[in-house]
């Protein structure tokens, strides 16, 4: 530990009542929020992936705290967006009975410039309760393309599947995996980086998120 937050409510950042907070990190008001609107109850297919989940949708309060997580260095939000999954791979351990968890890479730079990689801060938050082991397997190249920027559907998947690569030492064969992602949004990563656990051997893969865009 030894730093100590501010304590500001995660999604709207009002300071907070200093006593009966605890670790929740959240005001009143967007509590009740994150109960009556932000809870994701959409169902989610990745293909590929022998099942997936997001806790949250990415809209509205969710959006803007999951832009100051990855954006502006928040990075003790990961505590609070995995309390949010916990319960989600809880639920799940009997039918997954996953192995180890992995998370979606960001690019070298980014991750130089900007100090942590937000999929793996969460990953690790959501593996240890669990006593998983939480590791890298795949890594983003250098260079690639936004997803934004592609036309369609087609053009989204492969140029994710361009973008990743599997680490040489990744051991995930026979093994059922827990893939961690922050935002699922077409879901075009998350599907090219199950098809390449699958590639080197996982024997299930299963997508976790923080969140998800809704609709999509
Ligand atoms: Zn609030």
Not at 76 to 83: E, L, R, S
Not at 92 to 105: F, K, N, S, V
Not at 176 to 186: E, M, P, Q, Y
Request: hydrophobic share 45%; proline share 6%; aromatic share 8%.
């Amino acid at each position: 530990m030894g730093i100590v937050f501010p304590k500001r409510c995660v999604l709207c950042g009002e300071m907070m009542p200093a006593a009966g907070v605890g670790k929740a990190m959240l005001c009143p008001t967007c509590a009740a929020e994150v109960r009556q609107q932000y809870r994701c109850t959409e169902p989610i297919r990745i293909p590929g992936a022998a099942d997936a989940a997001a806790a949250l949708y990415y809209t509205g309060k969710v959006r803007n705290a999951m832009q100051r997580f990855k954006f502006q260095h928040k990075q003790h939000y990961a505590d609070w967006f995995a309390a949010q999954m916990l319960p989600l791979l809880a639920d799940r351990l009997d039918a997954w009975q996953p192995d180890l968890i992995t998370y979606m890479p960001i690019g070298f730079l980014r991750l130089h410039e900007r100090g942590y990689n937000q999929a793996e801060l969460l990953g690790k938050a959501v593996a240890e309760p669990f006593g998983l082991p939480c590791i890298a397997t795949l890594r983003k190249r250098a260079f690639t393309p936004k997803q934004s920027a592609q036309k369609d559907a087609t053009a989204r998947q492969k140029n994710a599947e361009r973008a990743l690569q599997p680490l040489e030492n990744a051991e995930v064969r026979g093994k059922s995996v827990v893939l961690v992602d922050d935002i699922i949004t077409t879901g075009a990563t998350a599907a090219a980086a199950v098809k390449l656990l699958r590639e080197i051997g996982a024997a299930k893969v299963y997508v976790l998120a923080a969140a998800h865009t809704p609709g999509k």
